[in-house]
């Protein structure tokens, strides 16, 4: 999703200044150019394997603000207009175009999870490098 919002900044951007958090022009415009290249980057590192445990670092410290401003913008649109939370619908941002509030959500929740077992997860079978230091020297006994 990160390289279709870098491959589309104007309406990527129209879509990070619809939450009303960033003010100033120039930090939309490093928002809306840098983050989906650094979304890309996370992604490419994953699925190499490398560097998981970092990666999965960001990506969940990505996550957890993002899912909160997703969130509270639901909540708005839910005030204004009232209905069923869960029929929301609305372009988050994401890269997918309009999403359902709830499922969104959810597949962010799981996002998460998934990003905290690898954060925590030992082993290092499918990774060409699985952390950012250097593994244990072997045991030579």
Aim: with cysteine; aromatic share 10%.
């Amino acid at each position: 999703m990160g390289l279709h919002k870098a491959l589309h900044p104007v309406e990527f951007l129209k879509l990070v200044r619809q939450y009303e958090i960033l003010h100033s022009p120039l930090l939309l415009n490093l928002v809306a150019s840098s983050l989906p290249w650094f979304e890309t980057f996370c992604g490419v590192l994953l699925l190499l394997g490398i560097w998981v445990r970092g990666t999965a670092l960001m990506l969940l410290g990505m996550l957890i603000p993002f899912s909160v401003i997703v969130f509270l913008r639901a909540m708005a649109i839910y005030h204004a207009d009232g209905g069923a939370f869960c029929a929301i619908k609305f372009d988050c941002g994401c890269g997918a175009g309009q999403v359902i509030i709830c499922r969104k959500l959810l597949e962010n929740a799981l996002l998460a999870a998934l990003s905290a077992g690898l954060i925590f997860w030992r082993g290092d079978r499918l990774c060409l490098r699985h952390s950012l230091s250097a593994p244990p020297p072997p045991n030579s006994a």
